[in-house]
């Protein structure tokens, strides 16, 4: 009987074996199993919690609504009218008759626009200082400035009034650009997204011959897209909506925004209830077209502020 001898080739033996690949290392991902009956749950009281707290958000907006439909003596029943007797919808057009709605519509849309421009150019400039350039006392400086927020803005009212009407500006729009032009917390939200964005880049920047300025123009402005939509967004916002600054400064009825020009519906003995909601409701479409237009930049940049 043959025995046959199997002998490996002086090519392959010489070759070194390969060890076997590592696992990898760190925790095991872990498998969820099908969801038991106390996940599903708790996920749907979350859910009923979540739609319960968003019906409380949404019902003055829809009483606005449905009040702008009704005659003034229907606005305020008790208990609260949901579907009107009758739809009056002439209010949305007799209102533009009773007062000039469009005036008062453009100037809160210019003090908007342009005050919203001035903060975030003041807000990201001043913010880029205090995050990417090195000086004695930048943080000292910084808490004193942030600091500004605490104060109440009735405790320094009376003395910016004063200075208003030393340097004659009292009943002007540029009364109120000025004053508002510079805001400590448009500088707190950008710096703390400037802290995300690494120093390398801006020290790379730097030996490549670029100054401060072009830094911080042309690297640091392009990389913080999303919390300049939700500074320029926070600032259209709350100047729309003011009503102490325009209603203290401006006296004339052509510089009125649209939140003075709703008092016209305000008498001293009676008040038109539903002309007031009809204008409030046209007054929050500007609003909610420019929040629908940068809500995924504004929820971005509010999300990624302060993490490093």
């Known amino acids: 009987m043959k025995t046959t001898v199997l002998r490996e080739d002086s090519t392959t033996a010489r070759l070194p074996r390969q060890p076997a690949p590592a696992a ?24 009923m919690a979540l739609t319960g707290l968003a019906a409380a958000v949404l019902v ?26 009758s739809f009056r919808w002439e209010n949305f057009s007799d209102i533009w008759d009773q007062i000039p ?7 809160s849309l210019f003090l908007s ?3 919203t421009a001035l903060q975030v150019l ?17 943080d000292a400086v910084f808490l004193a400035y942030i600091a500004t927020i605490a104060v109440p803005w009735q405790a320094y009212m009376v003395p910016q009034y004063i200075l208003m009407q030393k340097l004659g500006l009292v009943n002007t729009h540029l009364s109120l650009i000025l004053l508002q032009a510079f805001g400590a917390f448009g500088v707190f939200l950008m710096r703390q997204y400037y802290l995300t964005i690494p120093d390398e880049i801006s020290e790379a920047a730097r030996l490549d011959g670029l100054t401060e300025y072009g830094i911080w123009a042309r690297i640091v ?29 401006l006296t004339d009825n052509d510089l009125w925004t649209v939140q003075l020009g709703l008092r016209s519906f ?11 909601m009809t204008g409030s409701v046209l007054s929050v479409l500007p609003i909610l077209v420019v929040f629908l237009l940068g809500q995924r930049y504004f929820v971005q940049g509010i999300s990624t502020s302060g993490m490093k």
């Open 24 to 47: 990898p290392a760190g925790p095991r991902p872990h498998r969820r199993g099908p969801a038991g009956p106390g996940r599903i749950v708790g996920r749907a009281l979350l859910y």
């Open 60 to 85: 003055p907006f829809a009483w606005m609504l449905v009040s702008s439909l009704k005659a003034d003596s229907e606005v305020f029943t008790v208990p609260i009218q949901w579907i009107p007797k």
């Open 101 to 107: 709605l469009w005036t008062y519509l453009g100037n």
């Open 113 to 115: 626009v342009v005050i």
């Open 122 to 138: 003041t807000g990201s400039f001043a913010a880029y200082g205090f995050a990417k350039v090195r000086f004695p006392g930048r």
């Open 221 to 249: 402005l392009p990389l913080s897209k999303p919390a300049l939509a939700g500074l320029a967004l926070l600032t259209f916002v709350n100047t729309w909506n003011d009503y102490m600054g325009p209603f203290i400064y």
């Open 266 to 276: 305000v008498g001293m003995y009676s008040s038109q209830y539903a002309m007031i």
